[in-house]
């Protein structure tokens, strides 16, 4: 069912060429910008009403309105199961105890007496948050979108998510968002919802319509059509990421549980017949049993030739047999995986070798499906090998470093005779003027 890669008895390559022998899906996000141009130009002419159209063609349902009464995101709570609310309600508590630990501070540095450097961290005013509602519903990316933008302290907060067909009216009209994000909206607070999916939702936070004023970042993942729009508007708006199918990577050794291991890659493989599902190991053994493991726990899955057959069978998923742990880390660390399990003796001391991961989840009781929903952790994190640059969404994503510079006269003659010779020597002399103006035009020797 999943591929092998036999990496023993041979010295590992080096760098790049490590990384490609882990291929990953083919993922074109270059091709799909030639299918987001007209949609974002339609929206950015013709506003709420193109983006409303776009939505009727590619979710088959036209949305009574753009932006979600008020009265439809309090029923959505009000009918929400109470066992879905409450595990909700712990995953908000438990993403807001993490997050909030990761505020910044204003810190000031004395450079010399009489000059100062003062890094304040500043909220953008302004954040579009997008939640997938395709193959499945994503409640949970409401909960680890919104709950580091308020941390954060951002004032503005919208939320899309694409309309939904098949939905009971309920009396607030067809073409809503499903109704656990909208509830999980209300118990964020969150009462700026727009029925907008794809990359017309991403335009429209990009450009602003009628219904929706323009933000400063975009953040949240989606298809290829997303990704493609954000990397169209990067530069008219902010953005997180280029979110790329999702990914799990596993190192193992002989004492890892088979059952647990085959589990949490079909975990993953579920999301998209384009998940990637990666088990690296030392042990023939747990390889085999693994094996076995899969075609029994698939068997009884949900979703199986949908999405979990062709992720498992495809080119970004493989069982990668290495002749140690060491290399194992060695290759883990080449993949860059989204999501990276170690389950190995001693596996915190292995986990803290780990230098590319946007998560790491240590031992047999730490499953990416925790990560999901309520470990405290952000699942929004970097794909395709992006890890090795990149870092998950944080509060840190949602704020601006701002330097606020203080010299005295005193302070900046005892540097100007540099500043001076630095400018001169990039032949910028109106740089060195604008230092020589303060002091008569002779500056300071020290």
Not at 148 to 173: C, F, I, T
Not at 209 to 237: F, M, Q, S
Not at 340 to 351: G, N, R, S
Request: glycine share 10%; proline share 6%.
């Amino acid at each position: 069912m999943i591929p092998r890669i036999d990496l023993r008895g041979t010295a590992l390559p080096e760098g790049g060429d490590l990384r490609d022998l882990l291929l990953r899906a083919e993922f074109d996000v270059e091709a799909a910008l030639e299918t987001v141009r007209p949609i974002c130009e339609d929206v950015r002419h013709r506003g709420s009403a193109a983006v409303i159209e776009w939505g009727e063609k590619f979710d088959g349902v036209r949305p009574g309105a753009l932006r979600v009464p008020a009265a439809a995101i309090t029923a959505a709570l009000e009918e929400l199961e109470p066992a879905v609310r409450a595990a909700l309600e712990e995953s908000i508590r438990r993403a807001r105890l993490v997050h909030r630990e990761q505020r910044r501070t204003t810190h000031t540095t004395q450079v010399v007496p009489g000059g100062t450097v003062t890094e304040k961290w500043v909220p953008v005013e302004r954040v579009g948050l997008y939640v997938p509602g395709g193959r499945s519903v994503y409640p949970s990316s409401v909960v680890m979108n919104v709950v580091p933008a308020q941390e954060a302290g951002v004032e503005g907060v919208a939320v899309a998510s694409p309309p939904q067909k098949g939905l009971s009216d309920n009396g607030w009209g067809v073409g809503l968002p499903h109704p656990t994000i909208l509830a999980a909206c209300a118990l964020l607070g969150v009462d700026e919802v727009y029925a907008a999916g794809g990359a017309q939702a991403v335009a429209m936070f990009a450009y602003g319509t009628e219904d929706c004023l323009p933000v400063n970042l975009v953040t949240g993942p989606g298809n290829i059509y997303v990704a493609a729009a954000k990397r169209l508007l990067k530069g008219r708006v902010g953005i997180d990421a280029e979110a790329g199918p999702t990914e799990i990577a596993i190192l193992a050794d002989a004492g890892a549980d088979p059952v647990h291991v085959a589990a949490d890659l079909i975990s993953q493989a579920e999301h998209d017949p384009m998940a990637a599902a990666v088990l690296v190991t030392d042990s023939e053994e747990l390889a085999a049993a693994t094996e076995a493991e899969l075609a029994s726990q698939v068997a009884a899955a949900k979703h199986v030739t949908d999405r979990i057959e062709p992720a498992l069978t495809g080119r970004q998923s493989a069982i990668v047999l290495v002749a140690d742990i060491e290399d194992g880390l060695k290759v883990v660390d080449a993949y860059a995986a989204e999501h990276l399990e170690i389950q190995t003796a001693d596996a915190a001391a292995v986990a803290g070798r780990v230098r590319n991961a946007g998560a790491v989840f240590v031992g047999p009781y730490a499953p990416v499906s925790l990560g999901d929903y309520c470990a405290g952790s952000n699942h929004v994190l970097p794909t395709g090998g992006c890890a090795c640059h990149s870092s998950g969404l944080s509060v840190q994503s949602f704020l601006r470093g701002i330097h606020i510079i203080d010299y005295s006269r005193d302070a900046l003659a005892e540097v100007a005779h540099h500043v001076v010779t630095l400018a001169e020597a990039e032949d910028l002399p109106a740089h060195g003027a604008a230092i020589k103006a303060r002091f008569g035009w002779k500056v300071p020797q020290q």
